[in-house]
């Protein structure tokens, strides 16, 4: 395990059941907003697989044309001052979050499903390793969202840039992506390490209507098949595939565009 993974571990770990046991943080008085102190390089380990509780993660080589949707929470005092996965301080009162896969400094835009709300955020934690959470958010995040009282909200998450060239070394430069409202939208249902399964997996969603790809990738120099269905061009009608597949039984389901 990496150092940065030895450092960051207890700090996910934590983050998982603060909601459990604190309710998510302090009430909102605590509130007292500073600026984002501005993002430095990642240092090579964030790039590279790591390992949570026995299941394994891939940071994405690009961000450009993400989309997800599902449970936001967040962390808060408890951690300010420590180190985050990426090696910053955690300030709680920064509009920062952490992510299993994202590269680090992407900037996301974050919305509240249940109330409209939107934040931007940039990355530079791992996490939320709790299942059907797919960002954990600072409290200043969490308070302009309004859901720091409530702890978990339904969030649709769309990456707007990336610093590019971090995991080559290089101090790297601001892309920023453009109307990701449209585009080729997919929608991913698996990956696998192996083409054959994927193959296998494919015909069992042509049984059900369904046209799909497998696009091959290799984050890291490893080798693996993505399973997408195509989903239309309007960001909207990818979200309505996404839901239709995560009833369907396919629970980490997630909108991508190409």
Known sequence: MNAWHRRALPLLFAGCVLFFIQGCGGPARTYRP??????????????????????TYYPLPSSNGFQQSGFASWYGKKFHGRHTANGETY????????????????MVLVKNLENGREAVVRINDRGPFVRGRIIDLSYRAAHDL?????????????????????????????????????????????????????????????????????????????????????????????????????????????????
């Open 91 to 106: 300030d709680m009162h920064a509009t920062t979050a952490a992510h299993k896969t994202l590269p680090m400094n992407t």
């Open 146 to 258: 309004g859901m720091a009282d409530i702890g978990v909200a339904r969030v649709r998450i769309a990456a707007m840039g990336e610093v590019a060239g971090l995991n080559r070394g290089s101090p790297g430069q601001f892309v920023k992506f453009y109307d990701f409202t449209r585009g080729n939208f997919y929608v991913q249902v698996a990956s696998f390490a192996q083409s054959d399964n994927a193959r296998r997996f494919i015909r069992t969603l042509r049984q059900k209507g369904l046209s799909a790809d497998i696009i091959r990738v290799a984050p890291n120099g490893r080798i693996f098949f993505r399973v997408q269905v195509s989903a239309g061009t309007r960001l909207q009608e990818a979200e309505q595939l996404e839901a239709r597949l995560r009833q369907s039984g396919f629970p980490d389901a997630f909108v991508v565009a190409r």
């Open 34 to 55: 500073r600026p984002a102190s501005a993002p430095g390089p990642a240092p090579s380990g964030t790039y590279k697989p790591y390992v949570i509780n026995g299941v």
